[in-house]
């Protein structure tokens, strides 16, 4: 049993080093503190560490804190005065199981649930769909221009993904397509410049919509098969890195 373990710490480095080790100890199962004094051994401050489990519910309750929860009950979601009475600035976003519609359907709507071209939102990263089993089709430019999205999780209950649903969500890295998915319509995932993987659950009977990826420069990987259609020539215009096997016959709706 430790109860008092005293060292000598000198500069940045070595409070580091301390801190370390204390966090080890606490991992442990150990309840850690580190208290710091000055030269004539007088209290300046106390660090508690805690131990594993409450160090864990510490950073559950600060990532409760950064989580916007849409309420169960909700059903619709089709404007942005509809989202803002539950989003204040979280980076991280979870949708009720629930929710039916998400956003409007129509392509000639040319906004966002939070922000558009002219006020892109900087904030969100990270946005979870996967209790939504009821939700068919995500709405025209629902997610458009979510500048910071690292992270999207689409239910298997999607059939639709409309015109630039997600366009221009510059950070986004990877995509995946749920089976039941049977149309991305024109510019779905159009600027996204860091897409570097889309995968398709289901890669055969897909329609694909002109432009879909369009400006997604650093596209490298894409499962489709045979199966798909394409609904013009510039499904892949300007991605650069992809390479389409010539074996793969392009087929044009």
Do not use: W
């Not at 991992?27 to 660090?47: D, Q």
């Not at 509809?82 to 040319?110: C, H, M, Q, V």
């Not at 649930?113 to 979870?128: A, C, H, T």
């Amino acid at each position: 049993k430790l109860s008092r373990l005293p060292l000598t710490v000198i500069d940045s480095q070595d409070l580091a080093r301390v801190e370390a080790i204390a966090a080890q100890f606490a991992k442990g199962g150990v309840n850690v503190s580190i208290e710091t004094r000055n030269g004539f051994g007088e209290l300046i401050n106390t660090a508690k560490m805690g131990t594993a489990r409450e160090i864990a519910a510490e950073e559950k309750q600060n990532d409760d804190v950064d989580t916007c929860i849409i309420p169960e009950g909700v059903e619709e979601l089709m404007e942005t005065e509809d989202f803002e009475k539950y989003y204040n600035g979280e980076s991280r976003i979870i949708f009720p199981s629930t929710l039916k519609r998400l956003g409007e359907n129509a392509e000639n709507t040319i906004y966002n649930l939070l922000g558009d071209g002219i006020f892109p939102n900087e904030s969100i990263k990270e946005v979870d769909l996967s209790k939504c089993v009821r939700l068919e089709i995500i709405g025209n430019s629902v997610f458009s221009h979510y500048k910071s999205l690292l992270k999207i999780a689409i239910p298997d209950s999607v059939k639709e993904i409309v015109a630039d649903a997600f366009a221009f969500c510059s950070h986004l890295e990877e995509i995946v397509i749920p089976a039941n998915v049977k149309r991305l319509h024109a510019d779905a995932f159009v600027g996204c410049r860091r897409l570097r993987k889309v995968y398709f659950k289901n890669p055969s009977g897909i329609s694909i919509g002109d432009r879909a990826f369009r400006f997604c420069r650093s596209l490298e990987s894409f499962n489709a098969d045979d199966g798909v259609t394409f609904e013009g020539p510039n499904v892949f215009e300007e991605c650069d890195k992809l390479e389409i096997p010539r074996s793969f016959k392009l087929q044009y709706k």
